[in-house]
């Protein structure tokens, strides 16, 4: 089992709302990532979480906060996006020592 | 930085026709993945190389890693309306480090 689970998969906010992103998988993976991706682009890292410790964020403003409550569990809330934040949203893990890294489905965020 | 430069960016054909994506960089990688993606859907893992000049095959899909692990490619044979998606490929590193992205290409197969 390769699965990567988001929800909500698709999300309506206006710029003064609050919302979150949730991210779930159970092979074990250790290490969690969130991705940004807009039309036609290929995905852009946002940050990376190993052993639920933050270790990476690309410079990501901070309307954008990253949690990760357990190894399980990866969540991104929102607070006070722009318009120009509607994209894609991916969440990808990776086991320890694997190469590969496994993606969810997606959270198709618009912001109004 | 390392970079992956994936070509051709768009492409368009007939139904049967075959087809090969290339990913070429300066830099070398641990491992190399190639994912396809539909507009709206999370990229789905179509294979994972990771010793230089490996071959791998999936039905009508060829993936081969070059030697040097610098580069990639991904022959399509005979390909069919269901292949149309965007195709990407991703270099690995050891560690947690994160993928290096090429920048997709775009295949539109016609029947």
């Known amino acids: 089992d390769t699965e990567v689970t988001q929800t909500p998969k698709h999300l309506v906010m206006g710029m003064t709302n609050k919302k979150s992103l949730k991210c779930e998988q159970h092979?074990?993976?250790?290490?969690m990532y969130w991705y940004k991706q807009k039309a036609k682009k290929p995905p852009e890292l946002m940050f990376v979480y190993s052993y639920e410790k933050l270790s990476i964020n690309e410079s990501v403003p901070s309307r954008f906060s990253p949690e990760c409550p357990n190894s399980s569990l990866l969540n991104l809330h929102l607070h006070a996006l722009q318009p120009e934040d509607s994209a894609l949203y991916l969440c990808?893990?990776?086991?320890?020592?694997?190469?590969?890294?496994?993606f969810g489905e997606g959270s198709w965020l618009t912001v109004v | 930085t390392q970079l992956l430069e994936q070509s051709p960016q768009f492409l368009s054909i007939q139904e049967g026709e075959n087809l090969t994506v290339y990913c070429n960089s300066s830099s070398v990688f641990s491992s190399l993945q190639w994912y396809r993606q539909e507009p709206g859907e999370g990229p789905v893992l179509l294979v994972t190389?990771?010793?230089?000049?490996e071959v791998k095959k999936l039905k009508r899909l060829t993936f081969q890693f070059g030697d040097a692990r610098k580069d990639s490619s991904l022959h399509i044979t005979a390909a069919q309306p269901g292949d149309t998606g965007l195709y990407l490929c991703?270099?690995?590193?050891?560690?947690?480090?994160?993928?290096?992205f090429g920048k997709g290409t775009r295949l539109s197969v016609i029947a």
């Open positions: 990808a893990s990776r086991k320890e020592g694997g190469n590969t890294i496994y």
């Open positions: 991703a270099g690995g590193n050891s560690g947690n480090t994160p993928l290096v």
């Open positions: 190389v990771v010793t230089g000049g």
């Open positions: 092979m074990g993976h250790r290490a």
